[in-house]
Nanobody
Framework: QVQLVESGGGLVQPGGSLRLSCAAS????????MGWYRQAPGKQRELVAT???????NYGDSVKGRFTISKDYAKNTVSLQMNSLKPEDTAVYSC?????????WGQGTQVTVSS
């Protein structure tokens, strides 16, 4: 069973930055893709950013130019650097990892952007 554990969420003022990390219980080489999704109260889950095995990245339109996804193979982590945060970025952010056979989710971490 794969475990994904997120960290780094919290409260930040508009315009601030946060860095989220997702630690996997096994080598991230085994995943076809990893990514971050978010869900705000009353809204559907939406894509934030993904990165595939080849290093190709994909970002949701609302975060392009502000967020950056990266992988650390030595630490088996995928991180999300979030800059220029806005109140509308407030949500629970969840880590995802996929293989051809299965998809895995972390428990989520709360990000709140408020003054």
């Amino acid at each position: 069973q794969v475990q994904l554990v997120e960290s780094g969420g919290g409260l930040v003022q508009p315009g601030g930055s946060l860095r989220l990390s997702c630690a996997a219980s096994r080598s991230i080489f085994t995943f076809d893709a990893m990514g971050w999704y978010r869900q705000a109260p009353g809204k559907q889950r939406e894509l934030v950013a993904t990165v595939n095995r080849g290093g190709n990245t994909n970002y949701g339109d609302s975060v392009k130019g502000r967020f950056t996804i990266s992988k650390d193979y030595a630490k088996n982590t995928v991180s999300l650097q979030m800059n220029s945060l806005k109140p509308e970025d407030t949500a629970v952010y969840s880590c995802n990892a996929n293989t051809p056979a299965a998809g895995y989710w972390g428990q989520g971490t709360q990000v709140t952007v408020s003054s």
